[in-house]
């Protein structure tokens, strides 16, 4: 697939996807390397159209340049955005009460704190995206360490479960809580089905994403 026809098909799936107005956001392609510019008015629909763009065959990576532009009668004081935040943090039953910390400075929201599990940390952070005012997240969450011998080979079975991936060309290596994946994948959704199958695991810090994409 030539540079043009993806760019064309990258237009087109944000054009299909329901919650980003592509009106203000560019496109440009180069050796399969997508950088998004333009300019929307929420965080949310920032991190929808990357997602939209992640989902075309042929995206290599993305450079995402996307500004949020809040219009000034929808401007939030941090004091609103921290207080919306806490609250619904608190009412989502997937995030362990009272782990997380919240600051929030012009805007921009970090979070802090630990919690069990990967799935935890992306669920407050996804919770946030969804706040109005927010301009960016800064998720410094960490998942509380756990001995557990055969995270790899919970890895690996997970893998050879998924049917979106070719477990036959990954390689796993773990050292402490962190996940080393080695291998080629041929699109963002098995990339991104990996990326998840690791960090399902128990006991997973961090993952050192070292995929590369084949032709």
């Known amino acids: 697939m030539d540079d043009l026809e993806l760019r064309r098909n990258i ?3 944000l054009d299909y996807e329901p919650s980003v107005d592509a009106a203000n ?10 950088t998004l510019t333009g300019h929307v008015p929420s965080y949310a629909e920032k991190v929808a159209a990357e997602r939209a763009v992640r989902r075309v065959r042929g995206v290599r990576a993305i450079a ?19 207080k919306r935040a806490a609250d619904i943090l608190r009412w989502d039953t997937t995030v362990p009460k009272d782990a997380i910390e919240i600051t929030v400075q012009h805007g921009w929201v970090t979070l802090s704190g630990t ?21 960016g997240v800064h ?6 360490p756990r001995r557990i011998s055969d995270i790899q080979r919970r890895i690996e079975d997970a893998l050879k479960r998924n049917a979106e991936i070719e477990a036959k060309d990954i390689r796993i290596t773990v050292q402490g809580g962190t996940v080393t994946l080695v291998g080629t994948v041929h699109d963002w959704v098995e990339h991104d089905a990996i990326r ?3 960090w399902s695991a128990p006991g997973v810090q961090s993952v050192d994403d070292q995929l590369t994409f084949g032709s």
């Open 11 to 13: 237009l087109d799936e």
């Open 25 to 34: 956001i560019g496109v440009v392609v180069k050796g399969g390397i997508v």
């Open 64 to 82: 995402e340049e996307i500004e949020i532009r809040v219009p000034n009668e929808k401007r939030t004081s941090d004091d609103e955005i921290a």
């Open 115 to 135: 919690v069990g599990w990967q799935f935890q940390r992306s669920a407050a952070e996804i919770d946030i995206h969804r706040l109005s005012g927010v301009v």
């Open 139 to 144: 998720n410094q969450i960490k998942i509380e």
């Open 196 to 198: 998840r199958a690791a």
